[in-house]
């Protein structure tokens, strides 16, 4: 293989995970609206067709890997403008899985230069690649479920504390102006203070 050749895997294979980079940040950022979702689509299928049009002055394998690179940016892209919009782990997973599927497309292709053994290792490094990729994306997925399903129990049980502790804070009030011989009037008054939650 050519030292052109290999400088061009690794640039690709560069640009995928420079790529998923800015899908990480991206996904952690402020959803996006349904009309720049849209509009992310439509900038994907264009680019395709730009990138698809560029390949033409290509022949043979060069050609295929060229195809493979535009189809895999085309599907990264719309893969990460769904999971900007839709702004839930699930969809960051299915971005994620996009990368790993757009890198493995590429890495197949490329592994039809080599042959003979060569090629089986290849194959078998992108598929373990594709492999980790998807199994990775599980993982945080699940993680960040965990993460949301972890802060809704947390503040239902701070709210829950929070109602306890007004609750505990209130009965000792009314029995301090028992203490006191306080008349009902104020007596009523206190307990219906709306620092414990009573009206």
């Not at 400088?7 to 952690?28: C, I, K, M, N, P």
């Not at 299928?45 to 698809?52: E, L, M, P, R």
């Not at 301090?176 to 206190?190: I, T």
């Amino acid at each position: 293989m050519s030292k052109l050749m290999i400088a061009l895997f690794v640039t690709a294979g560069l640009g995928f995970r420079r790529r998923q980079r800015g899908a990480d940040e991206l996904a952690h950022d402020a959803p996006i609206s349904k009309a720049s979702y849209t509009q992310a689509v439509k900038d994907a299928d264009a680019q395709y067709k730009i990138d698809k049009d560029a390949c033409a002055s290509l022949s043979g394998n060069a050609k295929d890997i060229c195809v493979a690179e535009a189809k895999g940016k085309a599907s990264v892209a719309k893969a990460e403008a769904e999971a900007a919009y839709k702004h839930n782990p699930k969809a960051r997973e299915s971005a994620r899985i996009a990368h790993a599927q757009a890198n493995y497309n590429v890495a197949i292709e490329k592994c039809d230069d080599l042959a003979g053994n060569r090629k089986d290792v290849c194959v078998k490094e992108a598929k373990s690649e594709l492999v980790k990729g998807k199994a990775n994306a599980k993982v945080d997925r699940v993680a960040a479920d965990t993460n949301k399903e972890a802060a809704t129990k947390q503040a239902e049980a701070r709210k829950d504390a929070g109602a306890d502790k007004r609750e505990a804070e209130y009965k000792v009030a009314i029995e301090k102006c028992d203490a006191l011989a306080v008349p009902q009037r104020m007596r009523a008054s206190a307990a219906r203070s709306p620092q414990y939650g009573k009206p």
